[in-house]
């Protein structure tokens, strides 16, 4: 874990949003017999957005022969696109993206697929202000720290998608099983700092079981969109159009956070041609994951001089927070060029990062 001089930067504060708005983004694609083209998610925003994106597609068979496909235009006015994939089983996955205004994200699919399959997209749109639209969201339970299985968590009535947050870091990975309407299903959560948040769709009547493992789990069940207060509290930080890194200094995200468990989620990407310097976005005490942009505006992740995939950082984790010990979250940029890390004149960049308290 890296070590980092702490200088509050207090020019900095009005970056940060406590309480910042949410909205639920739902999109549901059933009884598919053929690939999707690209089709809007959801209406073009008024102006440049951030958004946490989660695909579910599920499919017979062992193994998958479709993809799915999240296409966007960033705020650089660059195509982008992020493909979600399985050796086999469901499609269950997450991304964090940042949009141009005026423009939609789209998403298709690709591959070839005999009978049917279905596709469900939800998530979140994040905002400094405005009004909540949380009104169709509803948190069926928060923080079971389960040790054993299998326990039935939830059995809807109807069918029902869920955001599933799991922080499972005891050594040993943990299963989740379900019955959508293609039939039984099974995640598997391997034990990790970044915990996991996936999305999981339950067929009308039947369940969402702990298979095994141990982990504190925290659920949202994602209904139908509209205006109002909801669950969920969204802390964010937006640094756009910045020419020099915060490292050393950091720049507060969550300053005063109870136990509970909290998603993460990160962007960074560079001004194309700006500069020939990688950068990387860091986070304390929740996430330890590196992200990297290159001089091309790609963002990338932690895996050395691979600088395509992903497009973001998502996790989930529980922390333990009080009055007299308030749980706190920092992040950092900083410069890497393979051979040192630094601060300094850097690139032009912009970072958007996205905490939400369950």
């Given at each position: 874990m ?30 598919q ?25 599920s ?26 994939s ?12 940042r949009?141009l205004?005026h423009t ?11 009978g ?18 949380q ?5 069926p ?14 059995s ?8 599933v ?37 339950v ?11 141990s982990?504190?789990l ?21 640094l ?7 490292w050393?200094?950091y ?8 136990t ?9 990407a ?27 505006g ?11 995939f ?16 308030p749980?706190t ?13 630094g601060?300094g004149?850097?690139?032009k ?6 905490v939400?308290?369950?």
């Open positions: 890296k070590n980092f001089s702490i200088t509050l930067i207090l020019a900095l504060m009005g970056s940060l949003h406590a309480s910042a708005a949410i909205t639920e983004i739902r999109k549901e694609f059933p009884n017999t053929a690939a999707l083209p690209a089709t809007a998610i959801l209406s073009a925003p008024g102006s440049d957005a951030s958004y946490l994106l989660c695909v579910y597609l499919q017979l068979g062992s193994s998958n022969s479709l993809s799915v496909i999240l296409k966007w235009t960033d705020e650089n006015s660059k195509s982008r696109s992020f493909t979600f399985a050796a086999q089983g469901v499609i269950s996955n997450c991304d964090p993206i949009i205004a939609a994200p789209k998403v298709e699919t690709s591959g070839s697929y005999v049917t399959y279905d596709l469900y997209v939800v998530g979140f749109g994040f905002w400094m202000t405005g009004s909540q639209g009104g169709g969201i509803t948190e339970f928060a923080n079971w720290h389960l040790t054993s299985g299998p326990i039935t968590l939830l809807p009535v109807g069918a029902a998608t869920y955001l947050a799991a922080d499972c870091a005891d050594g040993a990975a943990s299963t989740l099983n379900w019955i959508d309407e293609v039939g039984s299903q099974s995640i598997t959560v391997s034990p990790s700092l970044n915990g996991a948040f996936v999305p999981v769709h067929a009308a009547s039947k369940s969402l079981v702990f298979a095994s493992g982990c504190y925290s659920v949202v069940n994602m209904g139908t969109p509209k205006l109002g207060s909801g669950p969920l509290t969204d802390y964010e930080v937006d756009l159009n910045y020419t020099d890194v915060k050393p200094n720049v507060p995200v969550v300053t005063a956070g109870p509970t468990t909290y998603v993460f989620a990160g962007n960074i560079q001004v194309p041609n700006s500069a020939g310097r990688v950068l990387e976005l860091l986070g304390d005490r929740l996430f330890l994951q590196i992200l990297y942009a290159d001089e091309n790609a963002p990338g992740n932690n895996a050395g001089t691979d600088l395509t992903p497009f973001g950082i998502v996790g989930a984790g529980y922390r333990s927070g009080n009055p007299n010990n749980f979250f920092n992040i950092t940029t900083a410069i890497n060029d393979y051979s040192s890390l601060w004149a850097s690139p960049y912009s970072a958007e990062v996205d939400i308290q369950f």
